[in-house]
């Protein structure tokens, strides 16, 4: 009878793990299928957690290997992701990183031609989460009191004192009458997890460091204290280290997991939220804007019969003509919502010059309308007025104009970006800002010198100019803080629909270029 009993207990400890499982593959199916309506970037690493998961469920796994496996998913994965429902910005999950600082520095002395045989080969740590859109780093350690207090006993560190390192000047001497403190495996994870967020950043920054330790109360075992304080001195000026565990805030207001209907559109990144007010744009949205390709029927061939174009795999122009209408719908009109639209003397001049040569009728009228240079554009846009303004754009478009885009662009002043010596000076620019402009050649120079002067964000699909910039930065930056301009790339059409040309030998050919 006791034997039925018990059968019938496993029977139902099954099928309850079995629900709980089903119930948590349905929650990380619900978000991938909602990021791909709003035509998000997927969560990277949720396909993988998604099909480790739906395995578990295959009929292969029932039985005693189904419990295991189930009650270890759950146990990790659906403890994790209870955590990450109160988070905001859901960028990667179960992500891995260097944590070799040294492993970089070497590189660097390789570029230079110097050499360097103390190689560490130190493995990746594994990040179970990236949120805030990238600048938060989450490391759930599940380690419980009794093993920590095993890890203290085993490596003969019972008694460390953890203030006795906290202004040590060298990062690698964690030691208390000669015990080096990376023999304690919790400490050591933590320590790897730093270690690898200073070799990342995040719009400049090195991303901020989240230690939960669900298992452990801090206050209640002096020894565990001691460990706990440890990890929260791992963080530096450089990187801000945050530890919480069972007993903190942070657990104890999110102790019942949030309906995932309720967080959903706060678990999505927004890419829109960091842009400023006030947008700079470059040359590759502003012809965007205003090209045919943007703007005409899927249907209508390209203007010159030797025209190359390619948009990923899109090679027809009904295909290349559709994503780029998808782009100025999804993209650039919802990304200039409600901002101020300005942009370089240097890019409108720059774009009409290309259009004097490559547009057609209609795509000169659309930037007479949207990026009026001369005077008389100039006076025209401003008796007109922003609404007229997007009923003619609109007469020139297959596509809606929405009334939250607030044309023209006004053309902005960039000479003062030729010296920026005096914008250092003045506290404008970093002081890393002159070894960065000298990497880079108008009118892309004053483009990005005026946004990241102003503070203003800069619209480019131009990734590789980005990169450029990013690099230079961190080969000279002179201070850990020192930020780079704001920009936002995003991929746009970067041509007109070209015309023929018969005076020019090699007929012209416009690229789309993926940026």
């Known amino acids: 009878m006791a034997h039925s009993r018990d059968g019938r207990m496993s029977i139902n400890a099954v099928n309850h793990l079995q629900a709980r499982l089903n119930g948590f593959v349905a929650e990380l199916r619900q978000v991938k299928d909602y990021m791909a309506s709003l035509n998000k970037e997927p969560v990277i690493g949720l396909d993988r957690l998604l099909d480790a998961n739906e395995k578990a469920l295959a009929p292969a796994f029932f039985g005693k290997r189904f419990y295991q496996i189930a009650r270890n998913n759950l146990e990790c994965d659906s403890r994790l992701w209870n955590i990450l429902k109160r988070c905001r910005g859901l960028v990667a999950l179960?992500?891995?990183?260097?944590?070799?600082?040294?492993?970089?520095?070497?590189?660097?002395?390789?570029?230079?031609?110097?050499?360097?045989?103390?190689?560490?080969?130190?493995?990746?740590?594994?990040?179970?989460?990236?949120?805030?859109?990238?600048?938060?780093?989450?490391?759930?350690?599940?380690?419980?009191?009794?093993?920590?207090?095993?890890?203290?006993?085993?490596?003969?560190?019972?008694?460390?004192?953890?203030?006795?390192?906290?202004?040590?000047?060298?990062?690698?001497?964690?030691?208390?009458?000669?015990?080096?403190?990376?023999?304690?495996?919790?400490?050591?994870?933590?320590?790897?997890?730093?270690?690898?967020?200073?070799?990342?950043?995040?719009?400049?920054?090195?991303?901020?460091?989240?230690?939960?330790?669900?298992?452990?109360?801090?206050?209640?075992?002096?020894?565990?204290?001691?460990?706990?304080?440890?990890?929260?001195?791992?963080?530096?000026?450089?990187?801000?280290?945050?530890?919480?565990?069972?007993?903190?805030?942070?657990f104890r207001h999110g102790h019942s997991s949030p309906p995932l209907f309720r967080v959903l559109p706060t678990l999505v990144v927004d890419e829109l939220r960091d842009i400023t007010p006030t947008v700079n744009i470059d040359i590759s949205w502003l012809i965007a804007l205003t090209s045919d390709l943007s703007h005409e029927r899927s249907s209508k061939p390209f203007a010159s019969s030797s025209l190359s174009l390619s948009v990923g795999d899109a090679k027809t122009p009904a295909s290349i003509r559709e994503a780029c209408g998808r782009s100025l719908c999804q993209t650039l009109y919802p990304t200039l919502a409600f901002r101020k639209l300005v942009c370089t003397r240097s890019a409108a001049e720059r774009v009409w010059s290309i259009a004097k040569t490559l547009a057609s009728p209609t795509e000169l009228a659309r930037l007479r309308l949207l990026v009026p240079l001369t005077e008389e554009d100039i006076t025209a846009a401003r008796n007109r007025g922003p609404k007229a303004t997007r009923v003619r754009l609109a007469g020139l478009s297959v596509h809606g104009v929405p009334d939250d885009v607030f044309w023209p662009v006004d053309i902005s002043d960039d000479g003062f970006t030729q010296n920026t010596d005096v914008l250092v000076e003045s506290g404008r620019l970093p002081r890393v800002a002159p070894a960065v402009a000298n990497k880079l050649q108008e009118p892309n120079r004053s483009i990005f010198l005026f946004g990241w002067a102003t503070g203003y964000t800069t619209l480019t699909a131009n990734s590789a100019m980005v990169n450029r910039i990013k690099r230079t930065l961190e080969v000279n930056r002179t201070g850990a803080r020192e930020r780079g301009p704001d920009v936002f790339v995003r991929w746009v059409t970067r041509s007109f629909d070209a015309k023929e040309k018969p005076n020019v030998r090699n007929r012209a050919k416009a690229l789309v270029v993926v940026g």
């Open 94 to 250: 179960k992500q891995n990183y260097r944590a070799d600082w040294d492993f970089v520095l070497n590189q660097l002395a390789k570029t230079n031609g110097e050499t360097n045989t103390g190689v560490s080969r130190t493995e990746h740590v594994t990040v179970d989460a990236v949120v805030d859109g990238g600048a938060t780093w989450i490391r759930l350690l599940t380690v419980s009191e009794q093993r920590l207090l095993s890890e203290l006993a085993d490596s003969g560190a019972w008694d460390f004192d953890s203030d006795s390192v906290a202004g040590s000047d060298n990062e690698h001497s964690d030691s208390h009458h000669g015990h080096d403190c990376d023999s304690i495996k919790t400490i050591r994870g933590a320590r790897a997890v730093v270690m690898a967020a200073k070799n990342q950043r995040f719009k400049y920054r090195h991303p901020r460091v989240h230690i939960l330790l669900p298992k452990l109360e801090e206050g209640k075992i002096e020894q565990i204290d001691r460990v706990i304080e440890r990890i929260r001195q791992l963080g530096d000026d450089d990187v801000t280290v945050v530890v919480d565990c069972g007993n903190s805030a942070f």
